[in-house]
């Protein structure tokens, strides 16, 4: 069976510092690998997505970045933190040719 | 872009109730809509799906029905249960964009025991 992890659990971060959040998934080869944020008390937004190592396409500029340096890691980062970085980070997966995407627990951001 | 919006934003009802969670959405060239559960401190739970080629999909409690001409989704849940309490997303993703998910608004659901 797959699984999906995501680390840390949580962040309280300053504003200006740097971040790094991680996602693993085990039990499966090649996946599609996707990062959303969610406002707290808001819909999820498309971020950005891998179909394989190596290649990140961005949805959305929010003046972050990510890279995918192995098939089942997927890491989101910024050097700069904004108050605006708060929320809900998640990762998901879906297998190649199949429609569903799996989120993973999320991580939860705090900005000050 | 597409735009996904969901009615009602939040409900209360009664353990045993049946609840109606209404998904509209703009782009004709959507195909494929998820819809999935987010329960407070958990991970997003995916509960049922439909294409566009389809009117009616039934998963035990959850029936979701598709009206293609209008771009309008149902989420009819029966005999809710505290369990079903929980934040519902319906999400839809467009032909020949295999990546790409719209999530609707939400709609956050209370069943009172």
């Known amino acids: 069976a797959q699984t999906i992890h995501q680390w840390p659990v949580a962040e309280i971060k300053a504003v200006g510092s740097p971040l790094s959040l991680g996602c693993t998934i085990k039990g499966k080869s090649s996946p599609n690998l996707y990062w959303y944020w969610q406002a707290t008390g808001g819909t999820l937004q498309q971020l950005f997505y891998?179909?394989?190592?190596?290649?990140v396409e961005s949805v959305v500029q929010l003046n972050l970045s990510a890279s995918r340096p192995k098939d089942d890691q997927f890491i989101l980062s910024t050097e700069k933190l904004l108050l605006s970085h708060s929320g809900f980070y998640l990762c998901?997966?879906?297998?190649?040719?199949?429609?569903?995407?799996?989120f993973g627990p999320g991580t939860r951001l705090l900005v000050l | 872009g597409e735009q996904v919006e969901q009615l009602p934003s939040s409900l209360i009802v009664q353990e045993g109730a049946s609840v109606l969670i209404n998904c509209s959405y703009t782009d004709s060239a959507s195909v494929y809509f998820p819809w999935y559960k987010q329960e407070p401190g958990k991970r997003l739970q995916f509960i049922i799906d439909i294409r566009s080629n389809m009117e009616r999909k039934q998963n035990q409690r959850l029936t979701l029905l598709f009206d293609k001409k209008t771009k309008h989704l149902s989420l009819h849940i029966t005999a809710t249960q505290p369990g079903d309490s929980a934040i519902y997303f319906c999400?839809?993703?467009?032909?020949?964009?295999?990546?790409?998910?719209?999530f609707g608004t939400g709609t956050s659901l209370l069943v009172d025991p």
């Open positions: 998901a997966w879906r297998d190649w040719g199949k429609d569903t995407q799996y």
């Open positions: 891998s179909i394989t190592v190596g290649q």
């Open positions: 999400s839809a993703r467009p032909r020949n964009m295999g990546y790409k998910l719209t």
